[in-house]
């Protein structure tokens, strides 16, 4: 799910003047007109910014600092784009981005509840969600705008779209529910935890689908939970979710004692979600999440109202420990109803089956992974002779198209220029290698956005740096066949 719970960074304070972007538009436009192209220009160059000459006239100035260093002479090597990109985004979390609904989802940097340390320990302490999204604090929504933007080392444009869940959302309207993330904001947070692996653009429908339709089953069984604990005999009122938690790398008493005694396999996640009801009191419910590799695959992909669909997922949902009615709930009220057939919900077995024990060296293995590091370094693969002439043939060609872009940074000689000319050579050299971001950035440009053309031109840039860098290290591992 898409996040929606608070993060414990201060927010930023209000900004009394306009920021450096704006000002120098503002200077701008007070010494020349802005250049405004024709609907058949713009066709033409494919960018409203692209001037006849081939160079673009969006400021430049303020949209180097970060990628381009000050001097805009040219771009910087890999790991300082991704230093610069990193500082922008912790720079872009302090501001407020406001949302009317978004996955409740909160996941702190080390797996467990938000900090309540002093104002510079928040500051520190960046909260994520379970898609390593940093969270607002005050609007339970993931910061930054870069969230729908296609990633730097993404080749296939995936959908934006996001679909409503059927789960109401607690301290909203009395219509309102949560909502899921998009393909691409998913695919996006994978991106973020170097956690894609062999997942590529075409299977995020499919990781999405089970995704979403893995919350509904369980916000399901919170239902059957709530008609068997609630008060309200002719269950007249519905719960509401109020925020839930990811918590992956802490095993609830009940996964331990499932695992270390009775030799089950260990769960691939946890969440701890807060519902609201309707008399204004919560409780919270542990989630694990296990995977059954020997359950039957489903033919199809389930949608959220599909409940028929089986799956490999396995869900385990029952009330915390906080309070003795939830004591009670557990080992009285739930296994009367269940005696008595008041109620549909199916126990998680404590005992594994003879498939389940197979697997508990693999969910062993997993378990470590997470505890070990949750953002694990990309291992790249070594290219054969011939992909490493591949590599170096389409830079060639690459660098080719945009000769002119480089002469003019060869030959520019103050800072405005040197930075519209590193623009111009960036933007060229995406053109022919990067065209997803290439064309998400001319979109964005229209939106009339600041922000996001700068997150939007951050992306390009690391595109392009990627490019860069892979064609060193394929002259590299040429020299050394």
Not at 9 to 36: I, K, N, R, W
Not at 68 to 74: A, D, E, L, N, Q
Not at 238 to 262: E, T
Request: glycine share 4%; aromatic share 6%.
């Amino acid at each position: 799910m898409g996040a929606s719970a608070s993060r414990s960074q201060a927010s930023a304070g209000v900004v009394a003047s306009p920021p450096p972007m704006v000002q120098q538009q503002q200077q701008q436009q007070q010494q020349q007109q802005p250049v405004v192209a024709t609907a058949k220009e713009e066709e033409k160059s494919g960018c409203p910014m692209h001037n006849a000459d081939g160079s673009y006239s969006f400021n430049p100035m303020a949209m180097l600092r970060s990628p381009h260093g000050p001097t805009g002479r040219k771009p910087l090597d890999k790991m300082q784009v991704e230093q610069a990109i990193h500082a922008k985004s912790l720079e872009s979390n302090k501001k407020n981005i406001k949302s009317e609904s978004a996955c409740p989802i909160k996941h702190s940097q080390n797996g467990g509840g938000s900090g309540s340390g002093s104002d510079d320990d928040q500051a520190v302490a960046v909260e994520y969600n379970v898609y390593a999204q940093p969270l607002h604090k005050d609007n339970n929504t993931p910061t930054g705008v870069a969230n729908q933007l296609p990633a730097p080392t993404q080749t296939q444009a995936l959908s934006t779209e996001r679909v409503s869940s059927t789960i109401p959302k607690g301290g909203g309207s009395n219509t309102s529910t949560w909502t899921y993330p998009s393909p691409q904001q998913f695919y996006n947070a994978l991106a973020r935890k170097n956690k894609l692996g062999d997942t590529t653009e075409a299977d995020m429908e499919a990781v999405v689908a089970i995704h979403n339709h893995m919350n509904e089953t369980t916000w399901d069984k919170v239902l059957e939970w709530e008609r068997v604990l609630s008060d309200d005999d002719n269950n007249s009122s519905s719960p509401k979710l109020l925020k839930f938690m990811g918590r992956p790398k802490d095993l609830s008493p009940k996964a331990a004692l499932k695992h270390y005694i009775l030799g089950h396999p260990l769960p691939f996640d946890r969440h701890d979600w807060t519902v609201l009801r309707p008399d204004g009191t919560t409780i919270r419910y542990v989630i694990d999440y296990y995977y059954d590799t020997h359950a039957k695959a489903p033919d199809q992909l389930p949608t959220i109202h599909d409940r028929s669909t089986p799956t490999q997922m396995m869900v385990d949902v029952r009330p915390a420990l906080d309070s003795s009615h939830a004591f009670l709930g557990r080992t009285l009220y739930m296994p009367a109803a269940q005696a008595s057939n008041k109620t549909k919900f199916a126990t998680l077995s404590l005992f594994p089956t003879n498939q389940m024990k197979q697997q508990v060296q693999e969910s062993i293995q997993v378990w470590k992974n997470i505890q070990n590091n949750t953002k694990e370094p990309v291992t790249e693969q070594d290219l054969t002779p011939d992909q490493a002439n591949d590599v170096l043939k389409e830079f060639k060609q690459m660098l080719q198209q945009c000769t002119k872009q480089e002469k003019a940074l060869d030959q520019c000689n103050s800072d405005q220029s040197c930075a519209k000319a590193s623009l111009d050579y960036t933007m060229c050299q995406a053109k022919q290698r990067c065209p997803l971001q290439h064309g998400s950035l001319v979109q964005v440009l229209q939106s009339g956005s600041d922000e996001k053309v700068e997150a939007a031109l951050q992306h390009v840039t690391m595109c392009v740096t990627n490019a860069h860098a892979e064609a060193q290290r394929a002259r590299e591992q040429l020299s050394s066949f």
